[in-house]
């Protein structure tokens, strides 16, 4: 067991909760030590910058202002964005208050430069994503539906099973059809943002992913509610030959990682990604989060339930905003036309515009009836009231 005494990243690393601080933090912090002129392990270049600033913290003000500065000259050359250095200063932070070294860190706060907390990177562009859904890969049409249509974070679908899939069934001309789908994002969990939420998917990403579930079964892959959404390529020709890694019945799980080179990949190939920069116009996998979130809320969803649909904390309304799952749907397929890629979405726009004129004539007629009914019964109270008084008059 390790010993917390001993082992200072041992105690900075216990206050790291997701994945990605785990990763991270320890990085920068290690570019702060090399700053100092530590160029050795990790653990042991912490322990030996942890002894001297129990000696001096003075020191360790003046070194970590002067690395401050030094990242502001990065920020001015445009190596680095100034988000950059707040994220090096909460590492350098945490370290040191997980060990008990106690700075003036509101000095040392004073000299960071203000930074943009949302990246100037745009959404794409639909013409952009049509393009994308042409590529011969199976698994890219429903990967970019799903994410354009609820805003999914890519990690998600490390998480996803066909059984966290449910399709919403509505009547159109005497016969049921899906409307839209039910998605529960980060099955189980509950750590930082993988934290277990529902969504909606519209029709068409519903539909891309059938699509993808048939070929799979096609090709003798047995799915389940409890198979991986998402799985590797396998062979569908020459099947007899192939290592029993590349078969349809072996399925491997497709991970997050894997959907993020995959995107990548596909950016490049059909040609929206010619050339390489260090920050492109839009983001491989953030992108489609931007994309859900701008054209559901042009599309006419309250801006809350669009919060809700990509997993979004609402502030304190996370106790008290309970709308009925109804609701939700209703609110969503208001956006369903503004979320869908291919190209009929006029058509699209037209059916749902149609269907909601009918529900709200329907709505009329039982609006009608109702106040028909009431009517009848005033005019037998009345009767009934009549016939009552003129029969005390008799007696």
Not at 94 to 114: V, Y
Not at 168 to 183: I, R, S, T, W, Y
Not at 231 to 242: A, C, I, K, S, Y
Not at 385 to 390: I, K, N, P, T
């Amino acid at each position: 067991m390790v010993s917390f005494a001993d082992d200072p990243m041992a105690v900075f690393s216990y206050a790291l909760k997701s994945k990605h601080s785990k990763r991270k933090y320890p990085q920068r912090f290690k570019t702060f030590l090399t700053f100092l002129g530590y160029n050795g392990l990790l653990k042991d270049d912490a322990t030996d910058f942890l002894k001297e600033a129990r000696e001096n913290q003075e020191w360790v003000e003046d070194k970590l202002m002067q690395f401050i500065s030094t990242q502001i000259d990065r920020v001015n050359r445009g190596e680095i964005a100034a988000a950059t250095i707040a994220n090096y200063y909460k590492a350098v932070k945490l370290f040191c208050e997980m060990n008990r070294i106690r700075l003036a860190w509101k000095m040392i706060r004073c000299g960071l430069p203000s930074a943009n907390k949302a990246a100037d990177d745009r959404a794409p562009r639909l013409d952009e994503i049509q393009r994308l859904l042409e590529d011969s890969d199976p698994r890219v049409k429903p990967i970019i539906c799903v994410m354009a249509s609820c805003g999914m974070r890519v990690g998600a679908w490390d998480y996803l099973k066909w059984k966290h899939i449910t399709p919403v069934m509505e009547a159109d001309e005497d016969k049921a059809q899906v409307v839209a789908a039910k998605v529960v994002v980060y099955a189980g969990q509950n750590e930082g943002k993988r934290r277990q939420y529902v969504t909606r998917i519209s029709a068409e990403a519903y539909n891309a992913l059938q699509e993808w579930k048939d070929y799979r079964v096609r090709h003798g892959e047995v799915v389940t509610g409890e198979s991986w959404v998402m799985r590797d390529l396998f062979q569908t020709e020459n099947v007899r030959r192939g290592a029993n890694s590349a078969l349809a019945t072996n399925p491997r799980q497709f991970r997050s990682s894997g959907i993020k080179s995959l995107l990548n990949r596909v950016l490049w190939r059909h040609g929206i990604r010619v050339k390489p920069e260090k920050r492109h116009e839009f983001k491989a996998t953030h992108g489609y989060r931007k994309f859900c979130m701008s054209h559901a809320e042009t599309g006419g969803m309250k801006s809350i339930n669009v919060k809700m649909l990509m997993g979004h904390s609402i502030g304190i309304e996370d106790s008290y905003y309970r709308p009925q799952e109804r609701d939700i749907l209703e609110d969503y397929k208001k956006a369903i036309p503004s979320l869908t890629i291919s190209e009929n979405r006029e058509a699209i726009q037209a059916k749902l515009l149609d269907r909601d004129n009918a529900m709200q004539k329907m709505k009329e007629k039982y609006d009608a009836d109702i106040e028909l009914l009431k009517d009848e019964v005033r005019f037998m109270r009345q009767l009934i009231d009549s016939a009552m008084s003129g029969g005390g008059r008799g007696c």
